[in-house]
């Protein structure tokens, strides 16, 4: 092969990584990983030893009370912790939290394949519907701890729903913003 083919070739091949490179966007590094998960889908979960903070019910295959599955604050964090940086838009100020990604709890709880809604549920008994392909798409978390503090239920704990926005601008407040439930105590699968 002469030397001026060969050039040619990696010119056309240099142009089409960059060309490429430039065309698939960024993807932005949402969240950092704290702790990998030790209970994984499939497992069982053993029931709360302490006091539950989470109880997931309807169209799952994990169980370990009754109909439902609960969770404590130790076996929640077994399915591995991860931490983002958001503007709290009720706070009103960047907010570090840590929790468990949304899509992790669904997939320990083995969600029925042909749910698609998920029915968020507070201590004082507010609920708000959440489509499960958000929790597939975005990295939502169900958050147990806001700038490296367990919150009590007085700080809005011990557990809320955190939405990325600050990385997906797609995420608008008008729509998540309700979505965004403090004291979350309940999630019913449908």
């Given at each position: 092969?002469?030397?001026?083919?060969?050039?040619a070739y990696l010119t056309?091949?240099?142009?089409?990584?960059?060309?490429?490179?430039?065309?698939?966007?960024?993807?932005?590094?949402?969240?950092?990983?704290?702790?990998?998960?030790?209970?994984?889908?499939?497992?069982?979960?053993?029931?709360?030893?302490?006091?539950?903070?989470?109880?997931?019910?309807?169209?799952?295959?994990?169980?370990?009370?009754?109909?439902?599955?609960?969770?404590?604050?130790?076996?929640?964090?077994?399915?591995?912790?991860?931490?983002?940086?958001?503007?709290?838009?009720?706070?009103?100020?960047?907010?570090?939290?840590?929790?468990?990604?949304?899509?992790?709890?669904?997939?320990?709880?083995?969600?029925?394949?042909?749910?698609?809604?998920?029915?968020?549920?507070?201590?004082?008994?507010?609920?708000?519907?959440?489509?499960?392909?958000?929790?597939?798409?975005?990295?939502?978390?169900?958050?147990?701890?806001?700038?490296?503090?367990?919150?009590?239920?007085?700080?809005?704990?011990?557990?809320?729903?955190?939405?990325?926005?600050?990385?997906?601008?797609?995420?608008?407040?008008?729509?998540?913003?309700?979505?965004?439930?403090?004291?979350?105590?309940?999630?019913?699968?449908?």
């Amino acid at each position: 092969m002469n030397t001026s083919r060969t050039l040619a070739y990696l010119t056309i091949f240099t142009a089409i990584l960059v060309a490429c490179s430039q065309a698939v966007p960024s993807t932005p590094t949402t969240y950092t990983t704290i702790s990998e998960g030790t209970l994984k889908p499939g497992e069982a979960v053993p029931a709360p030893t302490g006091d539950v903070v989470l109880t997931i019910d309807g169209k799952i295959k994990q169980t370990n009370s009754g109909d439902t599955l609960q969770f404590d604050m130790p076996t929640l964090e077994s399915l591995g912790v991860v931490q983002y940086e958001v503007d709290d838009p009720f706070a009103k100020k960047k907010i570090v939290y840590e929790g468990v990604l949304f899509s992790q709890v669904l997939e320990v709880a083995g969600v029925d394949s042909g749910a698609t809604t998920l029915t968020l549920k507070a201590l004082d008994d507010y609920t708000t519907d959440m489509k499960i392909s958000d929790a597939e798409k975005w990295p939502v978390l169900v958050a147990t701890k806001a700038d490296g503090v367990y919150m009590p239920i007085d700080k809005n704990g011990p557990l809320i729903s955190v939405w990325p926005f600050n990385d997906f601008p797609e995420i608008d407040h008008l729509t998540y913003d309700a979505l965004w439930v403090w004291s979350l105590s309940g999630i019913t699968v449908k």
